[in-house]
């Protein structure tokens, strides 16, 4: 059994694009088995930071440990992280996922496609083109290929920015069931009635910057920045 991968901290987190920071010393630490959400206006660097977590984006300084360790191949089979704009290939949605499970060595792929499948809600779609998928189903498709590699923890990126709120539901129960098995969440979000739906813990970030971390609870009914305020407040940061 190998050592977990949480806590997952960052010491001195940069990354800077020419003369711009785009993630600015960040100092944070995941942990806990529940879901975190990570709030900020646009262009805070939300996306960023969690390329920089799943090791996709390498910082221009400081470091990403998970559970003390620094990024490998190895770690990096063990999270996922699902981009707010899925890619998928034209292909049939089983095709999809079947493609995912082949850069393993499962010896059960009929078993983990079925249950993905399943879990997606896309039992009836299975040999349909991925591309002809309404923007839910296609969210619900690179949540379960996610899904399907049993990863320890999964990244999701505004999996619901373009949802209508039926989808969007569909979205937090997917999130829900990942959470009970035992998965940790680290979701981005605009959304603050899903923040407050789905989150145990949020963090709040602001010109690539961690302004707040703490419990939902304590956020939505006690920001402690003024930053945190008038986001919630509705203001338009930048
Ligand atoms: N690879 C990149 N090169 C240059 N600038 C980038 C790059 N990726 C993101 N940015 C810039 O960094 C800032 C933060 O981007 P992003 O993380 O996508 O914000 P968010 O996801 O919070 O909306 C934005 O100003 C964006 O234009
Ligand atoms: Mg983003």
């Keep these: 059994m190998s050592e977990g ?11 800077a694009v020419r003369e711009k920071q785009i993630i600015d010393q960040i100092d944070l630490t995941i942990s806990g088995n529940d879901i975190t959400v990570i709030l900020g206006p646009n262009g805070a660097g939300k996306s960023v930071l969690l ?5 996709f984006l390498e910082p221009s300084a400081g470091q990403v440990k998970w559970g003390g360790r620094d990024i490998d191949e190895d770690l990096r089979k063990r999270q ?22 082949s850069l393993r060595r499962f010896s059960d792929r009929q078993e983990r496609l079925e249950k993905a499948l399943d879990l997606a809600g896309l039992k009836a779609q299975a ?5 002809r998928l309404s923007g839910g189903e296609q969210q619900r498709l690179a949540i379960a290929q996610a899904m399907v590699l049993d990863p320890e923890v999964v990244i999701l990126d505004e999996p619901s920015s373009n949802l209508d709120p039926g989808a969007t539901m ?8 990942a959470q009970n098995e035992g998965k940790k969440i680290i979701l981005v979000t605009h959304d603050l009635g899903q923040a407050k739906r789905v989150g145990n813990e949020i963090i709040f970030m602001h010109r ?21 305020g008038a986001y919630l407040d509705g203001a338009l940061l930048v």
């Design 51 to 55: 390329r920089l977590l799943h090791g």
């Design 127 to 131: 040999n349909q083109p991925a591309p």
């Design 208 to 228: 690539g910057r961690i302004v707040e971390q703490g419990s939902c609870d304590n956020f939505f009914t006690d920001p402690k920045t003024p930053e945190a």
């Design 80 to 101: 996922v992280l699902v981009f707010q704009r899925p890619v998928m290939m034209r292909r049939s949605v089983a095709d999809n996922i079947r493609f995912v499970l």
């Design 5 to 15: 991968l949480l806590p997952l901290k960052t010491r001195g987190l940069c990354f």
């Design 170 to 177: 569909a979205i937090e129960r997917l999130i829900e069931v």
